[in-house]
């Protein structure tokens, strides 16, 4: 049974934009999945159609065979947005116990699965701090902590590292497969970086935009584990230009200013 | 690796030392007010000033008297002045208190009613809006005899007209404040199949907590103001109320007793207002850069 099946969904938003069009993907058991494209290809939408954050104009989505609202109220989600989201009236403990609060898990076992979530993120003695005393890594790791809590079958990740700086990034790019390694997760996950995406996943979706579509399907065959070795291995930049070839191909990728050379001044 | 951005504990002095400095600012302000009223008096006095009120002894007590008045009898039979104000400020205290609580409990109430549905917002805040531009002084006498016909005791008809000028801003602040989560802490809420009760409580409640404060500091004071006003057509004499009628009878002859009643009053309101931030520092624990 494929952990989530997508068929033939298409979003058209208020006002006639049509953020997707006939998206059909099934994914393993399992699976590490990026969805990577250029902006407004439709992504993150996908991305909250799967968790039925929203709904998709036509087309269905099942997650482990059930309907994608069937799996929310089952709490099979967990989800890790660009920004950690915390709320700041709760320590990072309480942060972490919420979804466990929801789901009825008494006080014992909650703070025992607290303890270990700290150590899972290596975030042990910051349990009683306070969102804002962390840094923006750490918070990251405080709201993926929260997202495993309580062993979701699927985890939607949207752009979680985007707002990091490159080196905090790749480390936790480096944690993220070590936890996904350790948990029965499927991750599905959001990125603009064809580094990230290639290094962390099983399979990279290339998206194309206006309307979002699925261009390409690349399985990616690093082996496992990956470890910084990995992004230097002659075959990760074979995977990564097949990624930017098939993203220039989709219909250009929206390059930031920096990367195309014209950096501040030069507009 | 994980040392980086954790907050130093402050040094152990360091609270003792900012309650200094606020203390001397605290007292530096209260001199130059003092030195500021009594300039302006003496210039006046001095070169007769009309403009903007006539300036004199009576118009413009000197500071000292006003405190001297509160520790002399107003007459012979009287206790001591301060006596006397400080029964009427805790009978007004406690108007204002039940008042104040019926208005922040009601302001809540009505404020998270409006926040849950747009519909009833539209058609109900305009006459939200609406009770607080009809004067407390028409309202207050209606509500005294409404209440008197049930055998409601005075003063609790007191603390209802202060319930009045306390549940707007409450609204007001209950209606913004639960609207102002983050749309993805409500996505957050709803992956996890949370129903609306429990997003109102463990989300949208806490986001709200700052807001309802800066409402609620601003209810404390106008809590004290609707008792005080709301003991004139209950014909309380007890209270606060009760004493600056009383007092501004007697003005000219003895100007700085309205103005020693003002002083308690004052300090009513302000005990009451450090009150709502003490409950405040106790409750709302929220990143620096959203506590007032």
Same mark, same amino acid.
């Given at each position: &049974?494929?952990?989530?099946?997508?068929?033939?969904?298409?979003?058209? +938003?208020?006002?006639?934009?049509?953020?997707?069009?006939? *998206?059909?993907?099934?994914?393993?058991?399992?699976?590490?999945?990026?969805?990577?494209?250029?902006?407004?290809?439709?992504?993150?939408?996908?991305?909250?159609?799967?968790?039925?954050?929203?709904?998709?104009?036509?087309?269905?989505?099942?997650?482990?065979?059930?309907?994608?609202?069937? !799996?929310? =109220?089952? =709490?099979?989600?967990?989800?890790?947005?660009?920004?950690?989201?915390?709320?700041?009236?709760?320590?990072?403990?309480?942060? /972490?116990?919420?979804?466990? @609060?929801?789901?009825?898990?008494?006080?014992?076992?909650?703070?025992?699965?607290?303890? @270990? &979530?700290?150590?899972?993120?290596?975030?042990?003695?910051?349990?009683?701090?306070?969102?804002?005393?962390?840094?923006?890594?750490?918070?990251?790791?405080?709201?993926?902590?929260?997202?495993?809590?309580?062993?979701?079958?699927?985890?939607?990740?949207?752009?979680? %590292?985007?707002?990091?700086?490159? &080196?905090?990034?790749?480390?936790?790019?480096?944690?993220?497969?070590?936890?996904?390694?350790?948990?029965?997760?499927?991750?599905?996950?959001?990125?603009?970086? /064809?580094?990230?995406?290639?290094?962390?996943?099983?399979?990279?979706?290339?998206?194309?935009?206006?309307?979002?579509?699925?261009?390409?399907?690349?399985?990616?065959?690093?082996?496992?584990?990956?470890?910084?070795?990995?992004?230097?291995?002659?075959? +990760?930049?074979?995977?990564?230009?097949?990624?930017?070839? !098939?993203?220039?191909?989709?219909?250009?990728?929206? &390059?930031?200013?920096?990367?195309?050379?014209?950096?501040?001044?030069?507009? | 690796? #994980?040392?980086?951005?954790?907050?130093?504990?402050? #040094?152990?002095?360091?609270?003792?030392?900012?309650?200094?400095?606020?203390?001397?600012?605290?007292?530096?302000?209260?001199?130059?007010?003092?030195?500021?009223?009594?300039?302006?008096?003496?210039?006046?006095?001095?070169?007769?000033?009309?403009?903007?009120?006539?300036?004199?002894?009576?118009?413009?007590?000197?500071?000292?008297?006003?405190?001297?008045?509160? %520790?002399?009898?107003?007459?012979?039979?009287?206790?001591?002045?301060?006596?006397?104000?400080?029964?009427?400020?805790?009978?007004?205290?406690?108007?204002? !208190?039940?008042?104040?609580?019926?208005? #922040?409990?009601?302001?809540?109430?009505?404020?998270?009613?409006?926040?849950?549905?747009?519909?009833?917002?539209?058609?109900?805040?305009?006459?939200?809006?609406?009770?607080?531009?009809?004067?407390?002084?028409?309202?207050?006498?209606?509500?005294?005899?409404?209440?008197?016909?049930?055998?409601?005791?005075?003063?609790?008809?007191?603390?209802?007209?202060?319930?009045?000028?306390?549940? %707007?801003?409450?609204? /007001?602040?209950?209606?913004?404040?639960?609207? $102002?989560?983050?749309?993805?802490?409500?996505?957050?809420?709803?992956?996890?199949? $949370?129903?609306?009760?429990?997003?109102?409580?463990?989300?949208?409640?806490?986001?709200?907590?700052?807001?309802?404060?800066?409402?609620?500091?601003?209810?404390?004071? #106008?809590? *004290?103001?609707? $008792?005080?006003?709301?003991?004139?057509?209950?014909?309380?004499?007890?209270?606060?109320?009760?004493?600056?009628?009383? %007092?501004?009878?007697?003005?000219?002859?003895?100007?700085?007793?309205?103005?020693?009643?003002?002083?308690?009053?004052?300090?009513?309101?302000?005990?009451?207002?450090?009150?709502?931030?003490?409950?405040?520092?106790?409750?709302?624990?929220? $990143?620096?850069?959203?506590?007032?």
């Amino acid at each position: &049974m494929s952990a989530v099946s997508i068929k033939n969904v298409s979003k058209e +938003f208020k006002g006639g934009t049509k953020a997707l069009e006939d *998206i059909d993907l099934e994914i393993e058991q399992r699976e590490f999945v990026s969805l990577i494209g250029p902006s407004g290809c439709g992504k993150s939408t996908l991305l909250r159609i799967v968790g039925d954050l929203i709904e998709p104009t036509s087309g269905g989505v099942t997650v482990n065979g059930k309907p994608a609202r069937q !799996a929310r =109220h089952d =709490h099979d989600y967990g989800i890790v947005f660009q920004d950690p989201v915390l709320y700041d009236w709760r320590t990072v403990a309480r942060n /972490i116990a919420l979804p466990l @609060e929801l789901a009825g898990w008494d006080r014992n076992r909650r703070s025992q699965r607290v303890d @270990e &979530m700290l150590d899972l993120v290596e975030l042990r003695g910051f349990g009683e701090h306070h969102p804002w005393q962390l840094s923006g890594g750490m918070q990251q790791r405080v709201s993926i902590a929260r997202a495993l809590s309580f062993d979701p079958a699927l985890l939607l990740m949207d752009e979680p %590292f985007g707002a990091l700086d490159e &080196m905090t990034r790749e480390r936790l790019n480096a944690e993220l497969l070590r936890i996904w390694q350790a948990s029965e997760s499927t991750i599905v996950f959001v990125t603009h970086s /064809i580094a990230e995406a290639v290094f962390l996943s099983t399979r990279v979706v290339v998206m194309s935009s206006r309307p979002g579509r699925v261009s390409k399907l690349i399985p990616i065959d690093l082996s496992q584990p990956r470890s910084a070795a990995t992004r230097e291995d002659p075959r +990760f930049f074979e995977l990564a230009t097949e990624v930017r070839e !098939a993203l220039h191909m989709g219909g250009g990728y929206d &390059m930031p200013l920096a990367a195309t050379g014209l950096s501040e001044g030069a507009t | 690796m #994980a040392s980086v951005a954790v907050e130093r504990p402050l #040094a152990e002095d360091a609270p003792v030392k900012r309650a200094r400095r606020r203390g001397l600012l605290l007292l530096a302000v209260l001199v130059l007010l003092w030195g500021f009223w009594e300039g302006f008096r003496a210039l006046g006095i001095h070169y007769g000033w009309q403009r903007p009120f006539t300036v004199d002894a009576t118009s413009m007590p000197h500071i000292h008297d006003m405190i001297w008045a509160l %520790f002399q009898r107003p007459n012979p039979e009287a206790p001591l002045l301060i006596v006397t104000l400080l029964k009427a400020a805790a009978f007004t205290g406690r108007e204002a !208190a039940l008042g104040f609580a019926m208005g #922040a409990t009601g302001g809540f109430a009505i404020g998270a009613l409006l926040a849950h549905s747009r519909m009833l917002q539209r058609g109900l805040l305009p006459y939200v809006v609406a009770s607080q531009t009809i004067p407390i002084l028409a309202i207050a006498p209606m509500v005294v005899i409404w209440l008197a016909s049930v055998q409601v005791t005075p003063w609790v008809s007191v603390a209802v007209i202060a319930a009045y000028l306390t549940f %707007f801003p409450v609204v /007001i602040a209950t209606i913004r404040g639960l609207q $102002a989560a983050d749309h993805r802490a409500v996505e957050l809420m709803r992956s996890y199949a $949370a129903n609306r009760w429990t997003v109102l409580w463990k989300l949208r409640f806490p986001m709200a907590l700052p807001f309802l404060f800066s409402a609620l500091r601003i209810s404390a004071t #106008a809590s *004290i103001v609707g $008792a005080i006003i709301g003991e004139q057509p209950s014909s309380i004499a007890g209270g606060l109320g009760g004493a600056i009628l009383n %007092f501004a009878q007697y003005y000219s002859f003895q100007p700085q007793n309205l103005w020693a009643t003002n002083i308690i009053a004052a300090a009513l309101g302000i005990a009451f207002f450090l009150v709502v931030v003490a409950a405040e520092k106790l409750v709302v624990r929220r $990143a620096p850069e959203h506590v007032a």
